[in-house]
């Protein structure tokens, strides 16, 4: 959810961190998500000539170009809550809460890393994303404790503290993931476990452990 438009000004600090996730990761992890969304995007067999993407939290917009890119009939929006001075061509601005968008006027809703920035309002979020789209793609992480919920905010610190995105406090476990799913009456097509998205680090594959990571396919 790294958006260059969440801090107007950015310290040496903020660039410093920034530098280091580019360089580190982000290129190589966008590659990899876009290429995973894109396939459980094609086994929903949508049986359209032209399939409608929204990308809720769409942060620099680089997972939602990537998506435009790869999908040949794939139309895609992006869509977060800071204001556009960047001119993005498929970028637009909301409050965070509710959907400038018709019913079903998406097929598809993804959420890239962003639920777990957002707990105060992800009922909310969920309940937009099921009125405007038909499925929901869900990338988030699990934590398991102490632990892991640790190396999870230290990645979030590196890849969203410059950029003046929230560290959350926790992320989802299991059970809580599940348990959101039935309280929004949501209907899981599969979910993805582990997700390796660091295996071209060495050493940080070993502490980055794909098991944080999942992939969750929906039916709204």
């Not at 359209?48 to 997972?63: E, F, N, P, R, V």
């Not at 965070?96 to 309002?121: A, I, M, Q, R």
């Not at 060495?202 to 709204?220: D, E, H, N």
């Amino acid at each position: 959810m790294s958006s260059p438009l969440a801090k107007d000004k950015k310290s040496l600090f903020d660039r410093m961190l920034i530098k280091l996730h580019r360089n580190a990761s982000h290129s190589n992890r966008i590659g990899i998500l876009s290429d995973l969304f894109m396939k459980k995007i094609d086994a929903l067999a949508i049986e359209k000539d032209a399939i409608k993407l929204l990308d809720i939290g769409c942060g620099d917009m680089t997972i939602t170009n990537s998506l435009a890119e790869k999908g040949n009939k794939l139309t895609c929006t992006g869509i977060d809550i800071y204001p556009n001075t960047k001119n993005w061509e498929h970028y637009m601005e909301f409050d965070g809460k509710t959907l400038p968008f018709e019913n079903k006027s998406y097929d598809v809703v993804l959420f890239s890393d962003v639920l777990h920035h957002d707990y105060e309002h992800m009922h909310q979020l969920i309940k937009e994303a099921k009125r405007v789209a038909d499925f929901i793609v869900i990338k988030d992480h699990f934590e398991y404790g102490f632990f892991s919920r640790s190396l999870l905010q230290l990645a979030d610190i590196v890849g969203n503290y410059g950029y003046g995105v929230s560290i959350p406090k926790h992320y989802f476990t299991k059970q809580r993931f599940y348990t959101v799913l039935k309280e929004n009456q949501l209907e899981e097509i599969e979910t993805m476990c582990p997700v390796h998205l660091y295996n071209h680090i060495p050493l940080v594959k070993w502490i980055f452990k794909g098991k944080y990571q999942f992939i969750s396919t929906i039916r709204a």
